[in-house]
């Protein structure tokens, strides 16, 4: 899912490009969804070239290209995006052996998470998912189902469901969901750097961002991956 500022600008660059032949321009993009500056832009663009719905194009001027459409891209813009995170990796190829009912728990999935690309976060629930105790221990959880590349070096494939246990503290070099300027959820490598807080990917092909100590408030910590194969 996209966010509605993502949803926005991709149908606006999208127009301009069937209208034009040419993408806007960042003054022109920011002036469109009443931005302060190009550097909310310049972080929409981003996240949509990494989940796949942009590219740039090498040498040249405005150049983006929109490689795909959000489904219902003519509709109204989607529901607020959707948050999801995860390691201990459960493969199932096919249905589970029977289990006691003590040996799991049924956790809810919350909607999906961009690996290394910063989606919406949302709290409504799905789905449901049954994760085994041995994985979890104490406390919270929630699953949330992987979308994008940016963290493959760490094992986690678009498509994987990643188990959280919610928290509000992590360790430098714990991967966690991390909620960016208030609004946006991402799947990330979490290194303390001083007073600044980076998020790094698992992919040398995206960038480590920098925030300011205020401008990351970690949700929960990544404690099992569940892959399912078809």
């Known amino acids: 899912m996209l966010t509605r500022k993502q949803h926005e600008l991709l149908m606006y660059i999208h127009e301009r490009i069937k209208e034009t032949g040419v993408s806007p321009s960042f003054d022109e993009m ?56 995860r390691p201990q990796l459960i493969e199932n190829a096919g249905p589970a052996a029977p289990v006691a009912a003590n040996d799991v728990r049924d956790l809810p999935v919350l909607g999906r998470i961009a ?11 799905r789905d449901r998912l049954q994760v085994p105790e041995s994985i979890l221990g104490a406390g919270e959880h929630y699953v949330l189902e992987v979308q994008g590349d940016s963290m493959i070096q760490a094992g986690i494939l678009d498509g994987d469901y990643v188990v959280i246990r919610k928290t509000s503290t992590a360790n430098s070099g714990e991967i966690v969901v991390a909620l960016v300027m208030g609004e946006e959820a991402t799947l990330k490598r979490l290194r303390k750097k001083g007073a600044s807080i980076a998020l790094e990917a698992a992919n040398p092909a995206y960038e480590t961002r920098i925030f300011g100590p205020d401008q990351v408030a970690v949700q929960g910590k990544l404690v099992g991956l569940i892959r399912r194969y078809h």
């Open 30 to 85: 920011k002036e469109a969804l009443d931005l302060a500056s190009k550097s909310g832009i310049h972080r929409l663009i981003t996240a949509l070239e990494e989940r796949g719905f942009l590219r740039r194009l090498p040498h040249r001027a405005r150049a983006l290209e929109v490689t795909k459409l959000p489904e219902q891209a003519t509709a109204a813009a989607p529901p607020k995006g959707r948050s999801a995170f």
């Open 115 to 125: 690996a290394g690309t910063p989606i919406e976060a949302i709290q409504h629930e």
